[in-house]
Nanobody, 127 residues
Framework: QVQLVESGGGSVQAGGSLRLSCAAS????????MGWFRQAPGKAREGVAV???????SYADSVQGRLTISQDNAKTTLYLQMNSLKPEDTGMYYC?????????????????????WGQGTQVTVSS
């Protein structure tokens, strides 16, 4: 059974940093697309960053240069390093995966493309 478990959220002041982690288990696919999404109260879920099994990444324009997606060498943990945080970065952050497939669709940051989701971790940035 595929499981994605996020951690690392919290409350920080604007300009601060956080590092989110997503522990992935229950699968053995060498081809995949994984990503981070976020949802603020009253707003639709939006894609933040994705990485595919070849290590290619894509970011939302709003986070480019401030947030960095990465994986550990074993490819069992997904990270999101968040620097220079802004109040508009506040929201619930979700880890997501599409297993067994990869392609240019991965870089669209579209939540509909992903099959597996974690429970989310809250990030709050105060001004």
């Amino acid at each position: 059974q595929v499981q994605l478990v996020e951690s690392g959220g919290g409350s920080v002041q604007a300009g601060g940093s956080l590092r989110l982690s997503c522990a992935a288990s229950g699968y053995r696919y060498s081809t995949y697309c994984m990503g981070w999404f976020r949802q603020a109260p009253g707003k639709a879920r939006e894609g933040v960053a994705v990485i595919d099994s070849d290590g290619f990444t894509s970011y939302a324009d709003s986070v480019q240069g401030r947030l960095t997606i990465s994986q550990d060498n074993a490819k069992t943990t997904l990270y999101l390093q968040m620097n220079s945080l802004k109040p508009e970065d506040t929201g619930m952050y979700y880890c997501a995966a599409k297993l067994g497939y990869s392609g240019s669709w991965c870089y669209d940051l579209a939540s509909a493309n992903f099959d597996y989701w974690g429970q989310g971790t809250q990030v709050t940035v105060s001004s």
